[in-house]
């Protein structure tokens, strides 16, 4: 069995759809079920034997950096290791999502998972099997699908019967899927981004994936457990309003 890999979690964004409550608490630390959201994956991420994280900031980071630093003394997360890429502090803002990846490289190793923040998912099990199963494999991602929400009713990518995540054309009457943000990732994917990306690019991920797509190294699958993208206030009061403390 592969051992355990890092889990970079994104976390740089500003979340302007969720002021005014982002204008003073970056939204992974937003709170829903009495945690706040950051929390739920480091939980789950260190139920399945996954403790080092690494962790992009911009917005707002040093609030970030300082709640994981007192995370790490809550029993329930084992021994929590946590390293920061700080966009903010290095550039003044956000390198968007395959940007801030890049720029992380250097604290992650050849795999690892990759999740956004501002998603709830307290159900999603990290296992070392779903690891293994991916580095047994030539794929340079591997992306879990959920069911389309109604802010996203076109979904993002498809997937076929070999589990082969599709880059599907906009006249494709195929079904689509949303991507969860959560996935393994293997660094090769980003090789056409400087390592470390000392330069600062401000890149989008969906491009890369949809390359990669087209040649065939994405993989994906199902998930069906419970998973919301907090990326307002009515959903995130909705949450809240159906999800016990």
């Known amino acids: 069995m592969s051992p355990p890999v890092k889990a970079m979690i994104l ?6 759809r969720m002021r005014p409550l982002t204008d003073h608490t970056p939204k992974p630390l937003l709170r829903v079920a009495g945690r706040a959201l950051i929390d739920w994956h480091a939980l789950a991420l260190a139920r399945g034997g996954f403790h080092e994280l690494v962790v992009n900031t911009a917005w707002l980071g040093d609030q970030i950096s300082s709640h994981l630093d007192l995370l790490r003394l809550d029993g329930g997360y084992g021994q929590l ?7 903010g502090e290095d550039f003044g803002y956000a390198l968007e999502t395959a940007g801030g990846i890049a720029r992380a490289l250097p604290l992650l190793g050849e795999a690892f998972w990759l999740l956004a923040a501002d998603v709830y998912a307290p159900g999603f099990a990290f296992t070392p099997e779903a690891v293994s199963r991916f580095m047994a494999t030539d794929k ?53 981004l400087p390592f470390g990306n000392s330069p600062g690019l401000a890149v989008a991920l969906a491009p890369l994936l949809r390359s990669a797509m087209d ?20 959903r995130l009061d909705e949450l809240n309003q159906n999800e016990p403390n």
């Open 81 to 87: 290791s946590c390293s920061y890429s700080h966009e």
């Open 11 to 16: 976390a740089a964004g500003r979340g302007e």
């Open 215 to 234: 040649r065939r190294q994405v993989s994906a699958e199902w998930y069906g457990g419970p998973w919301t993208d907090v990326g307002t206030p009515a």
């Open 140 to 192: 340079l991602a591997h992306l879990w699908l959920v069911p389309n929400p109604p802010h996203n009713p076109r979904g993002d990518f498809g997937l076929d019967a070999n589990g082969l995540a599709l880059n599907l054309a906009d006249a494709d009457p195929a079904p689509r899927y949303t991507y969860s943000t959560i996935g393994l990732y293997r660094r090769a994917l980003f090789d056409t």
